[in-house]
């Protein structure tokens, strides 16, 4: 049979196969990234970190890039409109040693990024987007890849700007595009729309990976069968739900899908929280699983309760009292 979940390389990045968990702020700590790994994943994505942090690392962010032996394969996603500092921070990212690859942002719609030209901005400016990878091309070996949205806009302009971007990265040398398939100024409203992608997979040389709602198993599926696109980028379909990629390669086998259960549930939270304790110590680490306990409270009994208890644990033996009283 032909399976849709296959390896995929990545320039020299070999993967076992070409489900991603995509980059998320606030979401893709070592706690998800680890358990989306677990789950079946082939590589995860850091949240996205500045040039100017990577070369200048405040204190959380050198918690951030102090990155364990098991965590990979891993990228760090950066983002930053100056093409020198972009490039030094692709070279300091190499040095560092503890990265995979490296994606670059040119797709966040948050109001502060796109006000510094970072993100989706550069799709608006696609010159200083190919400036700032050619740099990047020539400072590292890792491989590099790039993050778009199918336009900053609808427009007919705004397409053909994404589509000068991403035929003059593929043109030095970038390894793979993520395209996520909303417009910039959709920020996370409406439905994605893959045609862009298929369609760019078709004339691009370097592999592309799609985007945008993936929220379940299926739905992985049928984008795959689309054909074209090389692998897919999970982003909020994992969060609360690592088991989304164990579930979407059972299906891709012809087997059954096997439900997660209270037992499995309870223990991967109590995981999750280990790792971001570990990562970030205890006030982050239960302020982050309060964010998480309303996506891992989905589809259980009284999840409406158990959302509202998770949202105001204040410590571990909160978390503990919680989990007990909801989700065993
Ligand atoms: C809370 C949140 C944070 C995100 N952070 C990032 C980020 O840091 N970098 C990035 O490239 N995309 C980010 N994204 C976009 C996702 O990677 C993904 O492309 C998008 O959510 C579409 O996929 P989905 O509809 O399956 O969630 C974020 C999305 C959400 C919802």
């Known amino acids: 049979m032909n399976r849709l979940i296959r390896p995929v390389s990545i320039g020299t990045l070999a993967l076992k196969n070409n489900l991603v968990m995509a980059p998320m702020a606030g979401y893709t700590q070592r706690g998800l990234r680890m358990l989306a790994r677990q789950q079946g994943a082939a590589m995860a994505v850091t949240e996205m970190i500045s040039a100017y942090e990577i070369l200048r690392p405040s204190r959380k962010t050198r918690r951030m890039i102090r990155i364990a032996q098991d965590d990979h394969p891993l990228g760090v996603q950066v983002f930053g409109a100056d093409p020198l500092m972009m490039a030094d921070a692709a070279a300091r990212i190499e040095q560092m040693g503890c990265f995979d690859l490296i994606d670059v942002n040119m797709a966040c719609p948050v109001r502060k990024m796109i006000a510094k030209g970072n993100g989706g901005a550069m799709l608006r400016t696609p010159d200083l987007g190919l400036e700032i990878l050619a740099g990047m091309r020539r400072a590292t070996r890792l491989p590099l890849t790039v993050k778009v949205r199918r336009g900053y806009d609808a427009s007919a302009a705004g397409r053909e700007q994404v589509e000068r971007l991403l035929a003059g990265a593929d043109e030095l040398g970038v390894d793979a595009a993520t395209i996520h398939g909303r417009t910039v100024d959709q920020l996370y409203h409406g439905q ?84 971001l304790r570990d990562e970030l110590g205890d006030y982050s680490a239960i302020r982050i699983m309060r964010r998480f306990g309303m996506f891992y409270s989905k589809g259980i009994d009284r999840a409406r309760e158990s959302r509202m208890a998770m949202g105001k644990v204040a410590s571990r033996d909160d978390l503990a009292e919680v989990i007990k009283e909801y989700f065993e």
């Not at 985007?211 to 795959?224: C, E, F, H, N």
């Not at 989304?244 to 991967?268: N, Q």
């Open 192 to 275: 994605a729309d893959w045609s862009f992608a298929v369609e760019m997979a078709g004339r691009l040389r370097m592999p592309v990976f799609g985007s945008g709602d993936l929220l379940d198993a299926p739905s992985i599926l049928d984008r795959l069968r689309g054909g074209g696109i090389v692998g897919v980028a999970v982003a909020r379909g994992a969060v609360g739900h690592p088991w989304i990629f164990r579930e979407a390669m059972a299906l891709d086998a012809g087997l059954p899908v096997e439900p997660v259960s209270p037992a499995e549930r309870v223990e991967c939270m109590w995981q999750h929280y280990e790792m």
